[in-house]
């Protein structure tokens, strides 16, 4: 059994398991990849939803700053004539949104005759508290220097600009919303700028985290972060300035293709993690009578490897578990399983094992089976009985032979003594015939040689003569007849 089944045995369970362990790697297989396939849309789905609200919830502060600036506005035009008046129209613009940070009316120089520059400005000393702070002064810089101005007076457009280093206001960088201020020529003649923490805007969009360690970025078009999870960033720095962006080949084609304003979705390794970004260009909402000059910011949604794929992971290792154990249990019992059908063919084996040894007088065990290995069985016994009565009827062949053969070498036996005995009983009567028949050819001789010369006595001598002997040799044979017929009644009373 051991020798003979277990091998095969074996191979059919090890055939089996490939078998059924490469349909469920097929399977499998398939079921991943589409089900990550479909986790990949979803997120990629609900990133961009999400990116879509974050553009959403961010221009909602916008357009709440450019509604407060514009009702400012309306009322400043009409009130050129009082450069007295442009301090309490920036306190008024800095008090009506607890999310502006600075108010700031400058005039061209020489406008007001009497100065030759103006700038008047309103700023929120802390976050979120009501106490402002005047200052009639920009920085060091001339605020004629200073790109919102400058721009602004350039284009004559509003314009959202860049954050960039203040002095005036504890070195925070802040986004500007900067209106052209025009005469009743149309001509632009000064700038009032409304200036935003960038701090308070990446606060307000990070509150919506996608998932637990992800995090939004807000990119303008020379790669200036507006929103990013880390303060430092926000001051001045670049995503091209980080060490580790560029260090990164991956990391640095995501931020180069923000920066161009271009959208999809990129996986880049940075930091020896993996990431995945979904970015789409800044478009600020269509409403009427808002600028919609090309702001050139981008966002993004940063999702490291973990928060999109980590439950997929646990759920792939879990179902591997799960089919491993159900693999070992399946082999089990079709081990299991094999080797009772086997068993049969087991007990056919070592009975046609002993059989040929010689010990035809094999038992089988029962065996309630009804199919084919059943039915072989079956007719194995069948054989196997068969077998068994020729070899018990070949036995007793063998036996009454053996008797018949021993009893014919006896026979022959027998008759080659007799043979012998009669051989030399005929040898001494042929031999004690000699001499009378020798006598008696020389008398019969003699007569007829010497018929005219032999005298009457010598005739009666010699019939005499012939006579004894004649006697003797009658007595001889008779002697023989009456040996044979004695040893031949003996052989027929024995057969």
């Not at 050129?80 to 442009?86: E, I, K, R």
């Not at 079709?334 to 010990?359: M, W």
């Amino acid at each position: 059994m051991n020798n003979i089944f277990k091998l095969p045995s074996i191979r059919l369970n090890t055939f089996v398991m490939l078998v059924i362990v490469a349909l469920l790697i097929v399977s499998l297989g398939l079921l991943f990849y589409f089900t990550r396939k479909v986790l990949v849309e979803e997120v990629k789905m609900d990133a961009e939803q999400r990116l879509e609200g974050t553009v959403q919830q961010i221009d909602n502060v916008l357009v709440a700053i450019e509604q407060a600036t514009g009702n400012v506005y309306r009322a400043l035009l009409e009130d050129l004539d009082h450069p007295d008046h442009m301090i309490n129209y920036c306190r008024r613009i800095v008090e009506c949104n607890e999310n502006i940070k600075v108010c700031a009316i400058a005039f061209e120089p020489n406008y007001y005759p009497d100065q030759e520059l103006f700038f008047k400005s309103a700023f929120r000393k802390k976050l979120n508290s009501p106490e402002l702070g005047i200052s009639e002064e920009a920085n060091d810089t001339p605020y004629t220097q200073q790109e919102w101005y400058t721009k602004t007076m350039e284009t004559g457009h509003p314009a959202w600009i860049d954050p960039g280093q203040n002095d005036n206001y504890n070195l925070d960088p802040i986004i500007s919303y900067c209106l052209p201020i025009t005469d009743q020529n149309s001509e632009c003649v000064g700038v009032i700028s409304v200036g935003l923490y960038i701090n308070l805007l990446s606060e307000i969009v990070l509150e919506t985290k996608p998932s637990p360690n992800s995090y939004n970025i807000l990119l303008s078009d020379d790669g200036s972060y507006f929103i990013h999870p880390n303060r430092e960033n926000l001051r001045g720095r670049t995503v091209f300035d980080q060490p580790d962006v560029l260090e990164s080949p991956t990391a640095l084609a995501a931020a180069k293709a923000m920066v161009q304003g271009e959208s999809g979705e990129m996986s880049f390794k940075m930091n020896g993690s993996l990431w995945y970004l979904f970015y789409k260009p800044f478009v600020l909402t269509s409403i009427p009578g808002r600028s919609m000059n090309a702001i050139g910011w981008s966002v993004g949604t940063i999702y490291p490897y973990d928060d999109i794929f980590g439950e997929y992971n646990y759920l792939v290792y879990d179902v591997l578990g799960i089919v491993l154990v159900a693999l070992l249990v399946f082999f089990l019992l079709c081990k299991r399983t094999i080797n009772k059908q086997l068993k049969p063919l087991v007990y056919l084996t070592e009975s046609a094992e002993r059989i040929a040894d010689g010990h035809y007088d094999e038992s089988f065990p029962n065996v309630k089976r009804d199919d084919e290995v059943g039915v072989f069985y079956h007719h194995f016994q069948l054989m196997h009985k068969a077998l068994i009565d020729d070899i018990t009827k070949q036995e007793e062949q063998e036996v009454t032979m053996s008797k018949h053969h021993e009893a014919l070498e006896k026979r022959y036996q027998q008759i080659h003594d007799d043979e012998q005995v009669k051989a030399r009983f005929l040898h001494n009567v042929t031999n004690n015939m000699i001499a009378p028949a020798q006598s008696i050819d020389d008398s019969v001789k003699a007569l007829c040689d010497h018929y005219g010369d032999i005298t009457l006595t010598e005739a009666n001598k010699i019939k005499a003569n012939i006579h004894q002997q004649s006697e003797t040799i009658i007595e001889l044979l008779g002697h023989y007849f009456n040996v044979s017929s004695n040893k031949a009644g003996k052989e027929n009373n024995h057969g």
